[in-house]
């Protein structure tokens, strides 16, 4: 496959790993801050290929497992409303909220499996096409990710509002990742010496956001793709700093990447949204991580539409009690503080058929990688 099998070479790979071996002197601790970038090193054994020196650990990269539980309970009750379809990713169906695993709306596909009207889009602009097709119905999006698919959550609000679509709103946890990537240079808990910045964030929002990170914490970032090499040459450009006690920003992945990134894109994100301090899943408030919409587009907002005050939930969040379940240290793995598989419920009583935990749900997520290419550990 062409622009494929070029990056997936075995025998530039043991080169690579070769290279970086020969240049490694002692420890370095590096983050890849992408649940693609996740998958492929895990997948392909990336970390394996590396000396025992040089430790990758997994960021909050995964949009899906860093979406806050009260958020997931806020969309069941709005999917549970009769005169709703709810429109989502297939990933968040999945997804725990706070209720008992037994329980009818312990995830959208439990709701959907009792009748719900739950559909999964690939594109928010298909939600969008619902909605007009269907006009006695409220039509909610469910807005999850990064800023990688936050333009086109941009564009169905934009359109939206163009064509005057009376019966679309969106439940949006879209979050940002410098702030994150802050989050943790700044914990009293970070081992992170490098980062491998996420390819197709940058690939929108381009790189300079990350300037004052690496100015502020001395701390080396090589905005990275996702194909084996791609990942080997971009922990070779972050070995080569370490090693020279440098701190820069590099970009890895310059087939893909520019300076200012989509600069299209970004205007249309600043246009429908404003920044506004959001709840990672595992981890707590950060301030300035996300994305809301701008009082300007405030009637798509499903928050403000649909009435969720009668639904258990809100007597939860009101004693802030809504919380994780008790076995799951999603928290410690989004900030890379353990690995999935030292996890105690890890493969046992956490399984993609039966997960505990977000990252065990999502393509993207730690846990479901290493139980699908790591299961012996
Ligand atoms: S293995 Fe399951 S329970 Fe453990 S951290 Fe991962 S998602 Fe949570």
């Known amino acids: 496959m062409k622009f494929v099998n070029e990056y997936r070479d075995a025998d530039a790979a043991d080169r690579y790993a070769r290279a970086i071996a020969a240049i490694t002197t002692q420890p370095w601790t590096i983050m890849e801050i992408c649940g693609g970038q996740t998958h492929s090193i895990v997948k392909f054994g990336i970390d394996e290929l590396l000396p025992p020196e040089i430790t990758l650990i997994h960021g909050p990269g995964c949009p899906v497992c860093v979406t806050p539980v009260e958020l997931v309970d806020k969309a069941i009750a709005i999917a549970t409303q009769p005169e709703v379809i709810f429109c989502s990713f297939g990933d968040m169906l999945r997804v725990p909220g706070s209720r008992g695993v037994e329980e009818r709306e312990k995830d959208l596909l439990a709701v959907k499996a009792t009748g719900g009207d739950i559909r999964i889009v690939y594109s928010p602009l298909d939600a969008l096409k619902i909605a007009q097709t269907h006009p006695h119905k409220q039509v909610v999006f469910f807005a999850v990710g990064f800023e990688t698919t936050a333009p086109a959550t941009a564009m169905a609000v934009y359109q939206a509002a163009r064509q005057e679509v009376k019966n679309f709103s969106l439940l949006v946890s879209h979050v940002l990742v410098p702030p994150a990537m802050e989050a943790i240079l700044a914990s009293p808990h970070n081992r992170v010496q490098g980062f491998l910045a996420a390819g ?36 070779y450009m972050c070995v080569q700093q370490l090693e020279s006690g440098r701190s820069q920003l590099e970009n890895q992945y310059a087939r893909s990447v520019r300076r200012n990134g989509n600069e299209t894109a970004q205007q249309l994100m600043q246009e429908v949204f404003k920044i506004v301090s959001r709840q990672w899943r595992g981890i707590g408030e950060i301030p300035q991580s996300g994305l809301g919409l701008r009082d300007k587009y405030a009637q798509f907002d499903a928050q403000k539409r649909f009435d969720i005050s009668n639904y258990a939930i809100s007597e939860a969040l009101l004693f802030q009690s809504i919380t994780e379940s008790t076995e799951c240290m999603s928290g410690q793995i989004l900030q890379g503080i353990k690995k999935p598989h030292e996890c105690p419920a890890f493969g046992d009583r956490c399984t993609p058929e039966h997960p505990l935990g977000a990252p065990m749900v999502s393509s993207e997520g730690a846990c479901a990688a290493y139980y699908r290419y790591r299961q012996w550990m």
């Open 200 to 235: 197709h964030v940058c690939t929108v929002m381009g790189y300079t956001q990350y300037e004052p990170l690496v100015q502020k914490y001395c701390v080396p970032i090589v905005v990275t793709g996702f194909e084996p090499l791609d990942i080997l040459q971009g922990v």
